[in-house]
């Protein structure tokens, strides 16, 4: 079984909340991280800076090594799951990330801030 790789990015253009995909439980998992947990393992996130809309804290985006954009954000303080998929071959849409992708994102994340 091949393992994802995580790279960082700050490619979030046209990711969008996909707290959907994760259960409950990973939904209470990522509910607990906060800015200056990713800040410490990561470094300075992404300033998003648009506060009328909610977008007060950093956010921190990946590139997976199957091509989809993965982030961690929070809007009026709630975290969220950011995600997009990849452009499919000679397509101007995207395949969108799933619950089993979306599941180990937020595991890789819980083992680098070492939860």
């Known amino acids: 079984m091949t393992t994802t790789q995580y790279i960082p990015t700050t490619d979030n253009v046209g990711t969008s909340n996909i707290n959907h995909l994760l259960s409950e439980r990973l ?10 947990d990713l800040e410490l393992a990561f470094g300075p ?5 648009i506060p009328e809309k909610g977008y007060t804290d950093p956010e921190w985006y990946f590139r ?3 091509g989809c954009v993965w982030g961690i954000g929070w809007r009026w303080g709630q975290t969220r799951l950011r995600g997009r998929g990849v452009i499919s071959r000679g397509s101007f849409f995207y395949n969108h990330p799933n619950p089993d992708s979306a599941a180990e994102f937020v ?6 801030l070492g939860v």
């Open 27 to 36: 939904l209470q998992v990522i509910r607990l991280i906060q800015p200056r």
């Open 64 to 66: 997976s090594s199957d």
């Open 107 to 112: 595991q890789f994340i819980n083992n680098e």
């Open 45 to 49: 996130g992404k300033d998003i800076g």
